[in-house]
């Protein structure tokens, strides 16, 4: 009966499995030769060739021997065992490689990823992007990343290291220290000068760039520039030097700016800029416009420094198509050049046709869109690809994790922005406006200068701060 017990999936696995594949296998797909069906194919079951039910019976199955195979090599008491890979690994083994053969395989198989990558964006030009001329003196992207390669090539050195007198501050457990803030800031003076000077570049291009030099950053530095900035601009405003602490600011920003408004921001960068934009207007409201002697206050001169834009539906999309022109070209198309992966998937044409019609589907639905439309425009997850191969599903998997909850904070960054529009707007004298987005009335408690969010529903998951602002001579109350 045990016998009976473990023969009985194999047996059907072998015939709902294998046997649906046999007529595959008379003319099985050669290895990095991908050619695509005439039609674009849309993002559901009915794609798969064989019937719903037989499909998912197959793949259960296939799926089943496969993960019974691999945990057969992989055992531990196994005299052969074999280490578990997925598709993919071989190509970043080659990447980690300083053997010669290996960089030059590596440098080919990112040829031929661009390669297909413009045939991607003949099949997708709904994906493509236009490329800026940007001088690369005039590129503050490009200034940016050679000063992050050269900063990051340090031992140690992934980051910018504060006092713990300001460290403490800028994490929001301490009080202001103006001394030791004063100090560090004149022993990296060189420090702050060059990266000021970075932030206040206008222009970002990615244009002649190798993608791979960007398309991966350190977060933590860029933080801690915009951070840097901050502290002195805090320093300039309780001197009373306003235009000086107007100017880190907008250095601060512009850091930020580079990060995202390249033709191809990668979410990666687009949540830097982000958190680095929100937190610098948070700053500015709660230490630095406070610090500034009276009358110095000009709010239209901090809106226009601070920039707090409330992006419409098509920016969404802008970053989507920056996304996956990034992605594609940095984690998905090289691995699907590389014929030697022993994980190679047996559907390429499917699995890039399933990765970029996702994209496709997102920025059709966002682009043109005012912004009032933002809260229903479908939040979606990446769909799963149950007509895909065991590991064409494993890379979408992971490639399109957290697609959902990004748009949803995506979305929140737009009505935090928002509401530092009307902070701004009640600065200057103006009436108190409703939100953009839902347009619900924001809550303004004149006697204690506090902004709030609006009581919707909407607002609640969202979480925002009310906003406590200086008194100026044009406060509205």
């Known amino acids: 009966m045990l016998g009976m017990a473990i023969l009985c999936p194999l047996v059907i696995a072998l015939i709902f499995g294998l046997l649906p594949e046999l007529s595959a296998m008379k003319n099985p797909p050669i290895r990095g030769e991908i050619t695509f069906r005439t039609e674009r194919p849309g993002l559901t079951k009915q794609d798969s060739p064989v019937s719903e039910i037989t499909g998912n019976v197959s793949r259960w199955s296939m799926d089943w021997l496969e993960e019974r195979y691999e945990n057969l090599m992989s055992w531990d008491k196994n005299p052969w065992k074999i280490p578990r890979s997925g598709f993919g690994d071989h190509y970043f083994k080659l990447l980690d490689s300083k053997d010669p053969l290996d960089i030059a395989r590596t440098k080919e198989l990112r040829r031929l990823a661009d390669a297909l990558h413009q045939r991607m964006l003949v099949r997708y030009p709904e994906l493509a992007v236009a490329s800026k001329n940007v001088p690369p003196e005039r590129n503050g992207f490009l200034k940016w990343l050679e000063f992050s390669e050269r900063f990051t090539s340090k031992p140690q050195s992934k980051g910018i290291k504060f006092p713990e007198e300001v460290s403490k501050h800028i994490n929001g457990e301490a009080p202001w220290n103006a001394e030791a803030t004063k100090a560090w800031l004149a022993r990296e003076k060189p420090l702050m000068d ?264 909407a607002f609640k998951d969202m979480e925002i701060k009310p906003i406590t602002m200086p008194k100026t001579p044009n406060t509205n109350g």
Request: hydrophobic share 40%; proline share 9%.
């Open 194 to 457: 060059e990266i000021r000077a970075i932030g206040l570049m206008p222009e970002q291009s990615i244009a002649d760039i190798d993608v791979h030099r960007w398309a991966f950053f350190s977060a933590r530095l860029a933080k801690n520039c915009a951070e840097a900035l901050q502290m002195e601009a805090r320093l300039a405003a309780g001197e009373g030097n306003a235009a000086a602490a107007l100017e880190s600011i907008q250095a601060a920003n512009g850091i930020a700016a580079h990060l995202a408004n390249v033709e191809t921001p990668t979410l990666l960068a687009v949540t830097v800029q982000v958190l680095i934009q929100l937190q610098t207007q948070k700053y500015a409201f709660s230490e630095i416009m406070p610090a500034l002697p009276a009358g110095q206050l000009d709010p239209a001169a901090w809106e226009k420094a601070l920039n707090p834009n409330v992006s419409p539906p098509g920016e969404f999309a802008r970053i989507m198509k920056g996304e996956w022109n990034v992605t594609a070209r940095e984690y998905l198309l090289p691995m699907l050049v590389d014929t030697e992966d022993p994980k190679y998937p047996p559907d390429p044409e499917a699995l890039l046709d399933h990765y970029a019609g996702f994209f496709l589907n997102v920025v059709q639905d966002h682009e043109g869109r005012p912004l009032e439309e933002l809260p229903d425009i479908p939040v979606v997850d990446f769909p799963d690809g149950d007509h895909l191969s065991r590991q064409s599903r494993q890379v979408t998997i992971d490639l399109g994790l957290g697609s959902r909850a990004w748009r949803k904070g995506w979305e929140r960054a737009q009505s935090v922005s928002a509401m530092n529009q009307a902070a701004f707007a009640i600065l200057k004298g103006q009436p108190v406006p409703n939100d953009p987005i839902y347009g619900q009335p924001y809550v303004w408690d004149p006697a204690n200068r506090k902004l709030s969010p609006p009581h919707g529903e």
